[in-house]
């Protein structure tokens, strides 16, 4: 796919990379250095603030590009779930997960289509297009070896929730229901009719 404008995937996230990748196009990924939000009681309200926050950093930086930015948090009963900050908060997540039903949000940021008048691209980019994505997943009943096994085979700390669907998601998933890349962080099903709007349709023949 060829796109009118280069491409920034605004995520540190490598499992966001990788779906990208199977695009086959060419983009650069930055690191965005912001202070993210946590709101405990507004799961979704958290998820695209942080996404805003992520895409107007890159923006900043980059002004012409196509920007994807995205967070992903956990909604357990209306209460926030993040990324863990020690292995022992890691346990305590799956512990609460164990033989119980949460769902996957995430926001994702893009660079809104009206942004772009001809080669021009207006002050329309500063505010992201943003949209939030929500999965249902299963768990299993873990017992404490389920968890301390799981958490042995994975690095849990960049994971909202501590665990990744697509990194050994069989020991402690039962099943899902929405997307699968949503969970994974990016979902695909925004991703791709936006790009397809972006891009430069193929020459006649």
């Known amino acids: 796919m060829h796109l009118q404008r280069p491409l920034i995937l605004a995520s540190a996230s490598p499992r966001r990379r990788r779906l990208l990748e199977k695009l086959d196009l060419d983009f650069d990924t930055q690191i965005p250095t912001v202070i993210e939000i946590s709101i405990p009681d507004d799961p979704p309200k958290t998820a695209q603030e942080n996404a805003r926050l992520k895409y107007t950093w890159c923006h900043s930086r980059e002004p012409g590009a196509l920007i994807i930015a995205a967070d992903t948090v956990i909604d357990l009963d209306g209460r926030l779930i993040g990324k863990p900050q020690s292995r022992e908060e ?36 500063d505010t992201p297009a943003i949209t939030l ?10 017992s404490p070896r389920d968890i301390d096994a799981y958490l042995d085979v994975v690095h849990p700390l ?27 962080g990016l979902p695909m099903e925004i991703i791709t009719p ?12």
């Open 133 to 142: 994505v929500i999965s249902r997943v299963r768990f299993r009943p873990l």
């Open 158 to 184: 960049d994971k909202a929730g501590a665990y990744d669907i697509d990194d050994h998601g069989a020991m402690i998933i039962a099943g899902y229901d929405g997307s699968w890349s949503n969970i994974t």
């Open 90 to 125: 890691a346990a305590n997540f799956l512990r609460a997960f164990s033989g119980r039903e949460h769902n996957v949000l995430t926001a994702v940021a893009l660079t809104p289509h009206r942004a772009c008048s001809g080669a021009r691209l207006t002050n329309a980019g």
């Open 194 to 205: 936006w790009l397809a709007r972006w891009s430069i349709p193929a020459p006649t023949p």
